[in-house]
């Protein structure tokens, strides 16, 4: 928290040197009640770790099974993430929170209460509405609040929220399991603890409902939607009187005057490659895509499960999985510090190459498992150390490179015309992907094995670094007007 209070006091510093300073705390209030829909996205994630197994029991469900129990709030944050874009544009970015907020409440308590496979994936995938719309549109609202200057470091708090609501599932797992005794067991009310993993996140869902009922329209929205009244008292309580007529001329100047955002507009409009879809659409695409075939997710989701087969305990697998989370937070505190100094491009560039690194010394360790007496994965104390210490690092690596640095950039470097449709897209993009890695894992567990999975994701790891190198050009600075496309 220290870390955050000085970032926050170094922010407001730079910016108070400015006679046009925006006011800062209401700024920053705004963009924190955002961020809950960021925590509630990684809860929401990451609480389904702790739960493989009482589902497996409860269902009675096959690897197969178990893959799509897990994954199928996925199919639910792929469409989210896709309509809340276009609905955005329709409905407004705040509308799209509140309806998220209510799906959330909905889905944690379904998800607990859930007597069969069928009805628990009904509840997961309305999770997943709101997730997927959360995921978008968090980062989204926040690059449309924000002044330049400062944009990334309030969109990677963002970040910092989804990890913690990561955390918060892993320490809540971690701590309804070792009091049950284990996930499986009863734990209060005579139901099990697995369940209560999922209730405990009805609680922020309903706070975040609240907040957003204090919170104003994006006023690139309202522009958008052609509400300039409206817009003009968001601009002049955001950013003060005298920068009004200017940002409100500067917002008009970049969409169209004849017709609303559609979907359309990711196709070129002039020259020689009309009709092709623009090239900022595949490079959101691109980043969308690389940020999960590098396996994040299948350590925040199957982080419990993977450690106990090579040999942890399930008190420690869910241990570990804490310490994952702490790593997290630390890298994106750090992210925070430097993404508006040294820009997005750098870090996504050395997050890459670190993840390359040590995804493969991950592999490379797991090659080395033997099986048990009891059917299961060993590792040498030495190379599990190295597995751990690895799988650590390349958590740090991503934390403090793709997962902050990609949702900054696809929230803030489409035009303004075609932001919602370029975040459709994207997101779809993303969840589709984190479906593919999500589903396969337990699929390539029993195959190929860890040390082949781990293997693949290297090999995407390698190939991000050529496309941050080849497709992405930086946005650290520029207005959100200046984005050309």
């Known amino acids: 928290m220290q870390a955050i209070e000085n970032s926050i006091d170094g922010i407001q510093g730079a910016a108070l040197g400015r006679q046009d300073a925006p006011p800062l705390p209401f700024i920053i209030l705004i963009c924190g009640v955002a961020t809950i829909g960021g925590f509630l996205f990684g809860f929401d994630s990451g609480v389904i770790n702790g739960t493989v197994t009482g589902l497996q029991q409860a269902f009675n469900s096959n690897t197969a099974g178990t893959g799509f129990n897990v994954a199928s709030m996925l199919l639910g944050c792929a469409v989210g993430a896709f309509f809340a874009g276009r609905l955005a544009d329709l409905w407004g970015r705040k509308t799209l929170l509140l309806i998220s907020a209510v799906l959330f409440v909905i889905s944690a308590w379904g998800s607990g209460i859930a007597t069969s496979s069928p009805e628990f994936v009904f509840y997961r995938i309305l999770g997943g509405l709101a997730v997927g719309a959360a995921s978008v549109m968090s980062p989204a609202y926040i690059s449309e609040i ?18 913690s609501g990561l955390f918060m599932a892993f320490v809540s797992n971690y701590w309804l399991a070792k009091t049950a005794g284990s996930a499986v067991n009863e734990w209060w009310m005579g139901y099990n603890a697995w369940r209560w993993m999922f209730w405990i996140e009805i609680a922020p869902a309903a ?15 309202l522009v958008l939607s052609r509400q300039t009244s409206r817009a003009t008292d968001v601009l002049r309580k955001l950013y ?13 100047a970049s969409v169209a005057s004849d017709h609303r955002p559609r979907m359309r507009d990711l196709l070129e409009a002039s020259g020689r490659r009309v009709g092709k879809v623009r090239k900022i659409v595949w490079v959101g695409i691109g980043l969308a895509t690389f940020q999960q075939l590098v396996g994040i997710n299948v350590v925040f989701y199957y982080g419990a499960v993977l450690w106990q087969a090579v040999g942890f305990s399930e008190s420690d697998a869910l241990l570990i999985n804490i310490i994952s989370g702490g790593v997290s937070i630390g890298a994106c505190l750090i992210t925070m510090a430097l993404i508006d100094k040294i ?40 190379m599990g150390l190295l597995a751990l210490v690895a799988a650590n690092a390349y958590v740090f690596f991503f934390n403090g490179s793709w997962g902050p ?45 860890l040390a082949g999975a781990y293997g693949i994701y290297t090999l995407f790891a390698l190939l991000s670094i050529a496309f941050v190198i080849y497709m992405v050009h930086e946005t650290k600075g520029l207005e959100l007007e200046q984005m050309r496309g």
């Open 146 to 163: 924000a002044p330049a200057a400062i944009r990334g470091r309030l969109i990677t708090i963002n970040q910092i929220a989804i990890i």
């Open 207 to 221: 706070l975040f409902f609240l907040a957003l009922l204090f919170i104003p329209e994006s006023p690139r929205y």
């Open 240 to 252: 003060g009187e005298a920068a009004v007529a200017g940002k409100l001329d500067s917002i008009r």
């Open 343 to 382: 820009g997005r491009r750098p870090l996504l560039l050395v997050g890459s190459i670190g993840m390359a690194v040590t995804l493969g010394l991950v592999a490379f360790a797991f090659t080395t498992a033997t099986i048990g007496a009891d059917g299961g994965l060993q590792l040498s104390q030495g």
């Open 405 to 449: 640095a990609m949702w900054t950039m696809l929230g803030e470097m489409f035009p303004n015309q075609i932001r919602g449709s370029g975040l459709a897209v994207s997101g779809l993009a993303q969840w589709v992907s984190n479906f593919g890695i999500t589903m396969t894992f337990p699929i390539m567990l029993t195959g190929i094995g």
